[in-house]
């Protein structure tokens, strides 16, 4: 069974540019979660989407969103990049909405 | 409301001995825990969870973990510990309620030879 795969493993932006990025979950999952991780804050939960739904979200600005498509393949996206969104974007897949199996992750560098 | 507090930040043991990481958590609900490694520049790898079944509950790689409801712990074990388990470790708290997940801020394990 494949794991959670995630696109690109690594991505250069710049201050003021958006970003997306995306997340297959296991097959069979149908929940996907987002997580964001920096050394200085740790890790922190995004949002949670559930067939297509989201159902829960962190405590991240408006710039953050994301989408769930049919398949349960998942995407965020980023508006309006800053200096301080340089971190790892991890995914996790799982049937129940539990936290799950991650992926590799999404190194954002914003310069 | 949920928290997690992972009791060490940095835990140093020597090959072949016993390994102890310490989770202290609250929840409003029956919580569902969790025990995650991360090795540099890797992806988080599930060790083990509780999901209120057993109390004592066993991982991969030698690890298990008991869930104590009146200490509301969740500690980390391993009887003896090898130098590939030199890692970061991460108790999470998560709820079915509100799907909601939070993190511990981590306990970087080093292994001396």
């Known amino acids: 069974k494949a794991g959670v795969t995630q696109t690109p493993r690594y991505l250069i932006k710049t201050r003021g540019q958006q970003v997306t990025l995306s997340c297959s979950p296991i097959?069979?999952?149908?929940?996907v979660s987002w997580y964001q991780q920096t050394p200085g804050q740790g890790l922190q939960f995004l949002f949670e989407?559930?067939?297509?739904?989201?159902?829960n979200k962190g405590n991240f600005p408006g710039r953050f969103s994301g989408r769930q498509f049919s398949n349960s393949r998942s995407e965020m996206n980023v508006s309006t990049l800053e200096l301080g969104d340089s971190a790892l974007y991890l995914c996790?897949?799982?049937?129940?909405?539990?936290?799950?199996?991650f992926g590799p992750g999404t190194r954002l560098t914003v310069l | 409301a949920q928290s997690v507090t992972q009791l060490d930040s940095h835990v140093s043991v020597s090959e072949g001995t016993p390994v102890l990481l310490r989770c202290n958590y609250s929840?409003?609900?029956?919580?569902?825990l969790f025990w995650y490694v991360q090795h540099p520049n890797k992806g988080l790898q599930l060790l083990l969870k509780?999901?209120?079944?057993?109390?004592l509950v066993k991982g991969i790689n030698g690890f298990e973990a008991e869930f104590k409801k009146s200490e509301t712990s969740f500690h980390l074990t391993k009887p003896s510990a090898h130098m590939s388990d030199a890692a970061e470790y991460f108790c999470?708290?998560?709820?079915?309620?509100?799907?909601?997940?939070?993190f511990g801020a981590g306990t970087r394990l080093f292994v001396k030879a």
């Open positions: 996790a897949s799982s049937h129940s909405g539990l936290t799950g199996f």
């Open positions: 097959s069979g999952h149908r929940s």
């Open positions: 989407y559930f067939s297509e739904t989201q159902r």
């Open positions: 929840s409003s609900y029956s919580p569902s």
């Open positions: 509780y999901t209120s079944a057993a109390t």
């Open positions: 999470v708290v998560s709820n079915t309620g509100g799907f909601k997940t939070i």
